[in-house]
Structures are given as C-alpha cells and as structure tokens.
C-alpha cells in the first residue's frame, strides 16, 4: 500500500474514532458496528456534523438555488423542501447537506431511513463524493466526455469516484438506482450501475436504502434486498455524504405542469457503520 493512501485511511479512521466516542456501540449484522450517526432529534440540523449549502452552480443543467432555509428539523425527521420560488438567477429552491470536512470514512455500511420527493423534475439522491479531489481536474474530464473523448491523456486523467447511494426519478415513483462512477486506470470514465423496479410507490412512506462499502467490494440494498453489486473501480479514499434534491436537470427533465410543490425529501435517521477490523489497533 502507498504512503499516501496508508494516510487517508488513518485520517478516515481518526474522524471514525471520534464519531464513536461518547456513542452507545451498537453491534449490526455480519458484525458491522455503528460509528456515526444523526437520528434528527434536535431543532435543527447538527452543524458539528453537517455543511448545509447555498449554492447556484451545478453539474447537470438543473434549475434549483440550493439555500439553508430549505433544509430543516421538524418532529424528529429532517426535511429538505423543493419549491417553485425564485432565488437569484434560478426559479426553483432546494436543499443540499454534506459532511464534508466533518466525517469521511474509507469503507463502512451507510443506512438512510427516507420518504421521497415525487413528480417529474425531482431528483432526489444520497451519495458519496471524494474528500480529497481536484476540481480543475475534473472540469477537464468533464469537458473531455463532452467533447466525445473517449479517454483522457494520463496527465489529463484525475482521481475520481463518485457512489451513489441511491438515486431516484420523480416520475418513476417504483424505480431506484444504485451507481458507482469511476475513472479507470487507462483513463476511460467507467460506471457500475444496479436498476431496482419495485412494487411499491417510494414517495408514499419510510424506506431504508443502505450500501456496503469494503476494501474489495461495494452492494446497494433496499428494505434487505439487493440492488446491484460490483468489484470494479472499489475506492481506497475517505469520501463524505451528500443529501439532496435537485430538481430538472438532463437525467430527470424538468419540472411541468402534473408537478406538485412544495416537494419534502424525509429522513429519519442517517447511521454508519464500520468493521472491527478496519479500526486502528489501540
């Protein structure tokens, strides 16, 4: 293993530990145990361990301003709302929260208890993004992919991942994704991605949507059942959570006239949970 990454999973680890201290230790199944975690019990959210963003910019041709007085606490759920208002250059606000800075594990069970947004246009999402990245880097692949590069120079070529926990289309109220984005060794854009076409409606009640993280593989689960699994592209780096809805964009479409707002993205609780045998030895 190299120095570098030897480092960034003592770093994770180290955030890890001090997410443990002063938590009950609560042993899970296949002997995960809990590390972090936000049951939402306050009056609003925790900023020890959360950024909550305002932002305009995004990746994906969206229309929402993401701004902190659409991400609240109410009766022990959090709440990120989506609503037709107009905010600076944008006619939609929404929510975005991250624990960037905060807590970024290497490897680790991450269970969200959530209600979804619905309607065409909403894009709800949980994910995991990189601690360490080069955002001028990634413009560059960005701008290579659209320009129909297939791969990119290796001196062109960034570290990059990006793992979805779980995405979903408001107008597919049955349908969920689960995905893994990374850049391969020769430098091509790679994905690995799971398709889950249930029986139920995903904005109508509680789901806990969960994905398993380690050294050699990652799988994506819904209420128990299995998404997707891959052994390729498995990162080795501490990546932090991201929670939001976007809404509109290239993927979902835009919002139109069967779309209801003001739309809630619920979350009863967010926990994370390690192995044993990832923590340093005392």
């Not at 062109?156 to 990006?162: A, G, I, L, V």
Request: hydrophobic fraction near 35%; proline fraction near 6%; charged fraction near 25%.
């Amino acid at each position: 293993m190299k120095k570098s990454t030897f480092f960034a999973i003592l770093v994770a680890f180290a955030l890890c530990a001090g997410a443990i201290k002063g938590q009950k230790q609560v042993k899970h199944q296949n002997d995960w145990q809990l590390v972090w975690q936000d049951e939402f019990n306050g009056t609003r959210p925790d900023t020890s361990k959360w950024n909550v963003l305002i932002r305009e910019t995004s990746k994906h041709n969206e229309l929402q301003y993401y701004v902190p007085d659409e991400v609240y606490v109410e009766n022990g759920i959090l709440r990120i709302r989506s609503r037709v208002r107009r905010y600076g250059s944008k006619e939609y606000t929404s929510g975005r929260l991250d624990t960037e800075g905060k807590f970024a594990p290497v490897y680790g069970r991450f269970e969200i208890r959530a209600k979804l947004p619905g309607g065409q246009g909403l894009w709800p999402a949980h994910w995991l993004y990189p601690q360490e990245r080069d955002w001028l880097m990634e413009k560059t692949m960005e701008d290579a992919v659209a320009a129909g590069k297939e791969r990119l120079i290796p001196e062109e070529r960034p570290w990059y991942t990006e793992i979805d926990i779980m995405e979903f289309l408001g107008h597919e109220p049955s349908v969920l994704y689960g995905t893994i984005h990374y850049c391969a060794f020769d430098g091509t854009r790679r994905s690995s991605s799971g398709t889950w076409r249930g029986t139920v409606d995903y904005t109508k009640d509680f789901h806990t949507y969960v994905l398993e993280w380690e050294p050699d593989s990652i799988r994506w689960f819904i209420d128990g059942n299995r998404i997707h699994a891959t052994a390729s592209g498995i990162p080795h780096k501490p990546h932090y959570l991201i929670l939001n809805t976007a809404v509109g964009g290239g993927w979902p479409g835009n919002p139109d006239s069967t779309t209801v707002f003001p739309q809630y993205h619920d979350i009863d609780y967010v926990r994370v949970y390690a192995k044993e045998s990832y923590f340093p030895q005392q």
